[in-house]
T-cell receptor, first 109, second 114 residues
């Protein structure tokens, strides 16, 4: 069975500090991994996907198949990064997503 | 990006009544849509996969007779909560993938059963 684990429910950092959100997964094949973000009073939206290998809003995430991890990082957090972040996986793009429990990020001034 | 619209965004109904939630892809066609449920301070749990022109595929533990899904066109899927009870109160979210296989989410529907 596929499973996504986000061990931190809340991360509180100061503006300008680095932030790392952990995500571990279990899946028997080669899944596609995503990070979704939900800002206050807004809908869930895609932040980045591992196949793109791009940086969005300063965030990057590297897929580590050996450790089955897909941690999200940003070297200098901004106040506007305060949001709920969900790690998710799917067996193939366009298919159903399995979400982690979510991590709330609070960036303090 | 593409837009997925849910309606209503908020609904209160009496116990025992049925409630219909609509999910529309506004500028793209979606042969498959997904319905999720989110409990307070919890993650999204997939309820079912809505397939255009055929029966929905329900996840284990989801009552198909309680949560009726109809995907009558390539831009519309509906979720009907039948004979609603207070324990059905939740936040329901739909999603659809565009031709680039990126998932777009509706704004969600908060259902309160009193």
């Amino acid at each position: 069975a596929q499973r996504v684990t986000q061990p931190e429910k809340l991360l509180s950092v100061f503006k300008g500090a680095p932030v790392e959100l952990k995500c571990n997964y279990s899946y028997s094949g080669s899944p596609e991994l995503f990070w979704y973000v939900q800002y206050s009073r807004q809908r869930l939206q895609l932040l980045l996907r591992h196949i793109s290998r791009e940086s969005i809003k300063g965030f990057t995430a590297d897929l580590n198949k050996g450790e089955t991890s897909f941690h999200l990082k940003k070297p200098f957090a901004q106040e506007e990064d305060s949001a709920m972040y969900y790690c998710a996986l799917t067996k193939a793009a366009g298919n159903k997503l399995t979400f982690g429990g979510g991590t709330r990020v609070l960036v303090k001034p | 990006g593409a837009v997925v619209s849910q309606h209503p965004s908020r609904v209160i109904c009496k116990s025992g009544t049925s409630v219909k939630i609509e999910c529309r892809s506004l500028d793209f066609q979606a042969t498959t849509m997904f319905w999720y449920r989110q409990f307070p301070k919890k993650s999204l749990m997939l309820m079912a996969t809505s397939n255009e022109g055929s029966k929905a595929t329900y996840e284990q533990g989801v009552e198909k007779d309680k949560f009726l899904i109809n995907h009558a066109s390539l831009t519309l899927s509906t979720l009907t909560v039948t004979s609603a009870h207070p324990e059905d109160s939740s936040f329901y979210i739909c999603s659809a993938s565009d031709r680039y296989a990126e998932a777009f989410f509706g704004q969600g529907t908060r259902l309160t059963v009193v």
